[in-house]
């Protein structure tokens, strides 16, 4: 069984080096598994990186040479370094962590977990009564990497009744659509009736849309 490392007992220091791509740096934890510390980087960004680490500090052994370079794909999170605690001490290590956007054909490919990341605008799904389309758009959003929220409207009917008189002199009124209400950043859009369409929009550059309710 893995378990969490007690910060207290980690004191850690990353350098990373900077790369033009990136939009969210990588993140380093920590898990102790029996006598080892397993050390895990997270990619929070929607493509791939090459990482490597170097770790010196007190109360553990660890794999001599050259730091090795690991592929950590979009969206995920895989173990590239391993601590083994000495018997009775505390381990305490810093770290330097180098990041690469130019993928290297040789890297060492471990297993990968995916994990959830935040995308580039907050998903909001209104869920409907007459919705043709809802289950569906949430079963892709659930096998998706982006974190997401969904708002049931008939739990709700202070913010059904402003989205009704929010689409009320529009080309679709609330009763016509089919479709889930999808706000994307806080602008709100009844015409996405796939996931596709709501990469679409969600990739695009802002724009000028009405704003939806707070929940």
């Given amino acids: 069984m893995i378990k969490k490392l007690p910060l207290a007992l980690l004191a850690i220091i990353g350098i990373s080096v900077s790369i033009s791509a990136q939009i969210r740096p990588v993140k380093i934890e920590d898990e102790k598994l029996n006598n080892r510390v397993l050390i895990y980087a997270l990619n929070e960004n929607e493509f791939d990186l090459d990482v490597s680490i170097e770790v010196e500090g007190t109360g553990f052994r660890q794999r001599g040479g050259v730091a090795r370079l690991y592929r950590v794909p979009a969206a995920s999170r895989v173990n590239i370094h391993s601590l083994i605690v000495e018997r009775g001490k505390v381990p305490v290590y810093t770290y330097k962590l180098k990041v690469n956007d130019s993928l290297s054909r040789r890297v060492i490919k471990p297993e990968a977990t995916p994990i959830k990341i935040d995308p580039r605008k907050n998903i909001l ?24 929220r969904t708002m049931d409207l008939s739990e709700k009917p202070e913010v059904k009744e402003y989205l009704i008189n ?50």
Avoid: H, W
Avoid at 127 to 145: F, H, I, N, P, R
């Fill in 166 to 215: 929010t689409f009320k002199y529009t080309s679709t009124p609330y009763d016509s659509i089919r479709n889930p209400i999808v706000s994307l950043g806080g602008t709100l859009y009844s015409e996405i009736e796939t996931y596709n369409q709501l990469l679409e929009k969600l990739n695009a550059p802002d724009e000028s849309k009405t704003e939806s309710p707070e929940d």
């Fill in 125 to 148: 799904v209104y869920l409907k009564e007459g919705c043709s389309s809802c289950e569906t758009m949430v079963q892709k959003l659930d096998s998706s990497y982006y974190k997401y």
